[in-house]
């Protein structure tokens, strides 16, 4: 085995492997230092890293949602839909108007939970119009053409709708509104504070999951959809509308990151139309590392990727000396995204359901 190794190493692999176990040693390292070496094993209290770790969950119940219409768009398509994370957009960006609308005339505190239904609805909405569109102008008249020219094609429409609603609702930041009925957190053991929106969140994303799984697992569309993602021409000769099976798709992820849209701004309550482009790199990474193609390896990747987004800068960076960690917070997403690629390239379900399909 280890002369076979030998033998298709290139010097790439060994430098690209190289770099990786340096990285993966200083992890360990930070990860030590923080834990057992003093001052760092006292900087942090257990109740501190139990904050972060529900932090971080209800940040990856947001990647988890974003994550959802990568991984059900590449089943389907077998293509990476780079402009998803301007469908995710789209959403917010526009109910932004709505939630104002509404707080100004005071239902945001007369009728908390209409006011966030409506103003979610539209956010699903739009995102969904927008994700059935570009299927159907951007991508479906490229359905046979090489690999290559959809991927193109997504990164074009990307910036289309960037601009498009930086042209239509303008270029500048606009503020969500506070919901009363959402503010302050409750408290645990005396000291450990739950805030709501995080409780939300988390259990927002975890319900959405579940209907996912369920519509793509136990009804009849879920399965005409495993169908055209195993053999779209003989899905076809069984009588299965492709097409409608494939606009469907977009649809449910469109409205998947519609709803994102929402959690997204009960954290960061700021949108502009350039929002979508970190959140959906990284939802597109916790894709990957739960394995593309799988909607429990979406949201078991995302909330992965969440935790160690929240917990990195402190466990890893900290103990390291490195100043103002907080700021490399993003880098540990795609510093992920090269471990994967890098030692598990198929995910963490990935695998998994190939050896199911075989």
Not at 56 to 65: E, I, N, R, S
């Amino acid at each position: 085995m280890l002369r076979n190794l030998r033998q298709r190493a290139t010097l790439t692999d060994i430098v690209v492997w190289g770099i990786g176990i340096f990285i993966g040693i200083m992890l360990i390292i930070g990860f030590y230092r923080a834990i057992f070496v003093p001052p760092y094993n006292a900087k942090y209290t257990y109740f501190t890293w139990a904050d972060l770790i529900v932090k971080g969950l209800a940040l990856g119940g947001v990647y988890a949602l974003i994550a959802m219409g990568y991984t059900l768009v590449y089943g389907i398509l077998r293509m990476i839909n780079f402009a998803h994370s301007e469908v995710f957009m789209s959403g917010p960006f526009t109910a932004v108007f709505l939630a104002n609308a509404l707080a100004n005339a005071g239902y945001y505190e007369k009728n908390p939970l209409l006011s966030l239904i409506l103003v979610a609805a539209l956010s699903i909405t739009v995102s969904m119009t927008v994700a059935i569109l570009l299927e159907r102008v951007a991508y479906r008249p490229l359905r046979t053409a090489p690999r290559l020219v959809p991927l193109i094609t997504a990164i074009g429409a990307s910036f289309f709708l960037i601009y498009t609603f930086r042209g239509l609702y303008g270029s500048g930041i606009f503020a969500y509104p506070t919901i009363p009925a959402l503010q302050g957190s409750w408290t645990l053991f005396g000291v450990f504070e739950l805030y709501k929106t995080q409780v939300v969140v988390i259990t927002f994303a975890v319900i959405m999951m579940f209907i996912l799984f369920y519509i793509v697992q136990w009804t009849k569309i879920g399965k005409a959809m495993r169908a055209v993602s195993e053999d779209k021409e003989a899905a076809a000769l069984m009588g299965i509308d492709v097409d409608r099976i494939i606009v469907f798709t977009f649809a449910l992820g469109g409205a998947s990151a519609g709803a994102a849209g929402i959690l997204y701004a009960l954290q960061f309550p700021v949108v502009n139309a350039f929002i979508g482009f970190v959140p959906g790199l990284k939802a597109f990474t916790a894709a990957v590392l739960g394995g593309i193609g799988s909607v429990p390896g979406a949201f078991l990747g995302a909330m992965i990727l969440g935790v160690l987004e929240s917990l990195g800068p402190n466990l890893f960076l900290d103990p390291l000396r490195i100043n103002n960690p907080s700021q490399l917070k993003d880098a540990i997403a795609f510093l992920i995204l090269v471990f994967i690629l890098i030692f598990r390239p198929s995910g963490i379900l990935g695998e998994r359901m190939t050896q199911t399909k075989v």
